[in-house]
């Protein structure tokens, strides 16, 4: 519990109305997707980049946790305050867009402004900014740096760290910093501003944001194909990207998400599909479109789709991303349990990190349904138990181990998206060497000597 008096100062740097303390706030701000609780002693909203630094400094001079929150829309924990603390907050002051700067093709932002309300503004005048995370409607640019968010664009146009050109972040002990330019090429000097992303804010506070920009595409047509087994969908997918055709988007649904889906919201989709493949694609000529559809149609086709559906309209084109879009909430349908991991490989490993997740389900003879962004490699893996089972609890966290296993052994990550958090903190060391661990948690120490910024994430501590 922190002392009054600490409130108190926090209240002369923000003012009474940004600060609370009653249970009502502590118990919103106390949880995120992962559903685990960790009441905060206080939570503050500072008002600009000024009262960041005054409330890191004095919290580094008193040695006060400092737990900096998006949307709290993240699946690993990396914004719960698991040591307490103070949770500073974005969404009441800090959303603003600063500037759209249509020359140089980018956007200003502040760390609490809403992915989809960037997306909106920014296509009002012709430009785009594609990351676009599931919880885009309510996720923050902020949140979506600190964790490298991607989402179903990701095949064609990256992730959040291909578009910050620069950030401006509060240190610790109170100091700004600036990183980067909003310039093309920037050489100069340490890649800081690449460190603070994905840093999962345990290394600095984001002030202000900069983003690049790209030209709004004309048009998007979307497809789905159908596959008799989830292996010659997979292999449909690598080989598609090998052949020279880029889809914005590339995502699948398992037989067992498929039956989810269709049990949950009858759309008449082909339960016994062994895949679904949905695609789209985008551009400026129609005839470009036409002939990316054409080539994706064929290299399908030559992996075993059974069936080829082009969208003639929006509707038809949202009805078939019904199903991927609705597929996580469908799985209840297996357990009140569920696990739910975002591991990534190289492409062409899709295949084989497949068939090792059904041999871990029939192991321990349990439902693991996968969906996700295949284009880029990451698969959604949902270990579904039944919650109110102990035992069943136990064999869901020792698969989930086996599942990090077979990806790292095929070339892949612990996360594409999520992060590490609490929730995969404890599998770092599968994934890194004790050299790799230490020097992250130099840089750690480098940054934040005190251990005030989010402690306990990404198996730091």
Known sequence: MIDTKHL??????????????????????????????????????????????????YCNEHKIVIVPRGAGSGFTGGALPSSGGIVLGFEKHMNKI????????????QPGVINMDLQRAVEEVGLFYPPDPASQEYSTIGGNVS???????????????????ATRAVLPNGDIIRAGKRTIKDVAGYNISGILIASEGTLAVLSEITLKLIPKPKMTKTAMGIFASVHEAMDAVYKTMASGITPVAMEFLDNLT???????FHKGLPVDAGALLVTDVDGNLEEDLNFQLAQIEKVFRENGCTEFKIAKDDA???????????ASPALSVYGSK?????????????????ERFYAIADKY?????????????????????DGSDPEQVKIAYKAIEEVFQATIDLGGTLSGEHGI???????????????????????KVAFDPNNILNPSKMGLN
């Open 338 to 354: 569920k696990l739910n991991e975002d591991v990534t490989v190289p492409r062409s490993a899709l295949p084989e990190l497949l």
């Open 365 to 385: 003879k349990i439902n693991i349904p996968c969906f996700g962004h295949t284009g880029d490699g990451n698969v959604h893996t949902n270990v579904m138990v």
């Open 421 to 443: 958090g609490l929730a995969k903190a404890p599998y770092m060391h599968m994934a890194f060497t004790e050299e790799e661990m230490n020097l992250f948690k130099s840089i």
């Open 8 to 57: 108190k100062h926090f209240a002369s740097i923000v003012g009474e109305k940004n600060i609370y303390s009653d249970k009502a706030h502590l118990l919103a701000y106390s949880y995120d997707a992962t559903r685990e609780h960790f009441e905060p002693d206080a939570v503050v909203f500072p008002r600009n980049e000024e009262d960041i630094s005054e409330i890191l400094k």
């Open 316 to 326: 038809e084109a949202k009805d078939i991303w019904f199903a991927r879009r609705n």
């Open 98 to 109: 600063l500037e759209i700067d249509m020359k140089n093709m980018v956007a200003v932002v």
């Open 258 to 264: 498929i039956r989810a889906v269709e049990q949950t």
């Open 147 to 165: 964790e490298n968010a991607g989402g179903m664009r990701a095949a064609k146009y990256g992730i959040t760290k291909d578009y910050v050109m």
